[in-house]
């Protein structure tokens, strides 16, 4: 789940990845519900220069809270060890842990929080209560800082496309996303050279490989059954492609009738289609993630749906020689108005800054040392996952399923695209995930998904109670 990934990095994944993007988030921090910047203690700084362009106070202590899942922590204690050669005055407290909301809620709800927080995992603290408390600094300084790589560029220069916006809340951005993370469609390569197979590029050609796929006793695709919204990605992908991005937006917005667009209609059909001539493994709906994925690493499946984490949560699981690649959803029909190597594509693994910190300068200088090419490659070779940073894969040697990864977004290049309801509004990602997972045990026709779906999402837009956001 780490993807968890923003995401998506959702929560559900990230409780194993540590990794995207969401679900078991504490909803509310109990009595913090005021404060914030504004009444925040002066807090320790030093002076700024260009060796130090964010005022760090030298022999102030930096304490950090780094999520510990599967990308663990030693691409943190890299990044620790690297702000100590800096800061030599300083000692560094760093904590891996697992549930993160379990162990800073009263920290925050007392205004003692550490000075940075990787905010991941199942159990993370919720971001939108966070920001409605004011329990996080504005990273505006750090994003116009100078990279640590390059000081003629500023950080948020520095950065993958939507990282920024990935972040950002109510026209502030209020946590940066360490990783970047892309979903698709994923294929063992050797598997499909041996029979001859040629991944599709549009839904026709899918459903015409998977009559094969099937005639060559291989079930042509599985999912994390138990957590339908990993085939949430394939659906809510190909919809994207066909609707464009006001297609995303009316989503995120919730417009009227937003789930009754034609492409979203499509696009569930397409995949009770799949329901519906046998394509999908059976009893795929009851299978964990590490079920379904250990089916299909075994090459009992030939396709299953994921984030890019997978590659680094199958690490020890799949075979040598499966040599597994992504590659994106199809495309619908020839009237897509994105193409078809669009991706959905969100950064995840979600570090923060508390308001209350005692050290907010060094919080904010340990992620420009995080979030710089040395830090980031570190990382990337750790844990074969894409970092937010640009360029960090240039010069690795890349494992198949993350050099698979980078060709598809460069393919993609400025055709990304990613939902926001799904951090914006967790009743409604959860009644999309309940609906989808009906659809594909074909309880349930495409147009009552429709109707499910846009019921809920009517019910989020009437809800006073619930804070609106808008794109």
């Avoid at 159990?123 to 790589?149: F, I, M, N, W, Y």
């Avoid at 066909?242 to 989503?251: Q, S, T």
Wanted: a negative charge; hydrophobic letters at 40%.
């Amino acid at each position: 789940m780490n993807p968890s990934s923003q995401l998506r990095r959702y929560p559900t994944r990230r409780a194993v990845l540590g990794a995207a993007v969401a679900g078991a988030a504490l909803p509310v921090l109990g009595g913090c519900v005021t404060g914030g910047e504004d009444d925040t203690a002066e807090a320790a700084s030093g002076a700024k220069t260009a060796e130090n362009p964010l005022g760090v106070p030298d022999k102030t202590p930096l304490e950090v809270v780094i999520f510990k899942g599967g990308y663990g922590d030693e691409y943190a204690v890299n990044a620790e060890s690297l702000y100590k050669q800096r800061y030599p005055g300083a000692t560094v407290d760093h904590k891996g842990i697992q549930k993160v909301g379990e162990a800073l809620q009263p920290r925050f709800v007392a205004d003692t929080p550490p000075d940075v927080v990787d905010n991941t995992g199942a159990g993370r603290l919720d971001l939108a209560t966070l920001v409605g408390a004011g329990k996080l600094s504005d990273l505006a300084d750090l994003l116009d800082a100078p990279s640590l790589d390059d000081p003629a560029k500023k950080v948020r220069d520095t950065l993958l496309p939507g990282v920024v916006d990935d972040g950002t809340f109510d026209n502030k951005v209020q946590t940066l996303n360490f990783t970047y993370t892309v979903w698709g469609l994923w294929y063992s390569k050797p598997l499909f050279d041996k029979h001859g197979w040629t991944f599709p590029t549009t839904w026709d050609a899918m459903l015409a490989l998977c009559e094969q796929i099937k005639k060559a006793g291989v079930a042509p695709w599985t999912y994390q059954g138990k957590y339908p919204e990993y085939l949430n990605d394939p659906l809510l992908a190909m919809a994207a492609k066909a609707g464009g991005p006001d297609l995303v937006k009316a989503v995120d917005n919730l417009e009227p009738n937003a789930w009754k667009q034609p492409g979203l209609v499509d696009a569930a059909s397409a995949i009770a289609e799949l329901a519906g001539k046998g394509y999908i493994l059976s009893g795929s709906e009851a299978l964990s993630h590490t079920e379904a994925q250990a089916a299909w690493s075994q090459s009992q499946v030939a396709i299953i749906p994921c984030g890019s984490w997978l590659e680094a949560e199958q690490k020890g699981i799949t075979p040598d020689g499966f040599d597994m690649v992504m590659a994106p959803a199809p495309a619908l029909s020839s009237g897509d108005k994105l193409p078809q190597t669009a991706l959905q594509g969100a950064s995840s693994e979600s570090f923060i800054v508390p308001a209350k910190a005692k050290n907010p300068r060094g919080g904010l200088e340990f992620l420009r040392i995080l979030f710089s090419t040395t830090a980031a490659k570190r990382f990337a070779e750790l844990n074969s996952t894409m970092p937010s940073v640009a360029g960090a894969l240039e010069g690795l040697t890349l494992s198949s399923g993350l050099g698979s990864v980078k060709t598809a977004v460069d393919a993609a290049g400025p055709n990304t695209f990613t939902y926001r309801f799904r951090t914006w509004y967790a009743p409604l990602a959860k009644a999309v995930d309940d609906a989808t997972g009906e659809l594909a045990t074909r309880r349930i026709t495409p147009a009552q998904w429709s109707d499910r779906v846009q019921k809920a999402a009517d019910a989020v837009a009437t809800d006073t109670a619930v804070k609106k956001y808008q794109r």
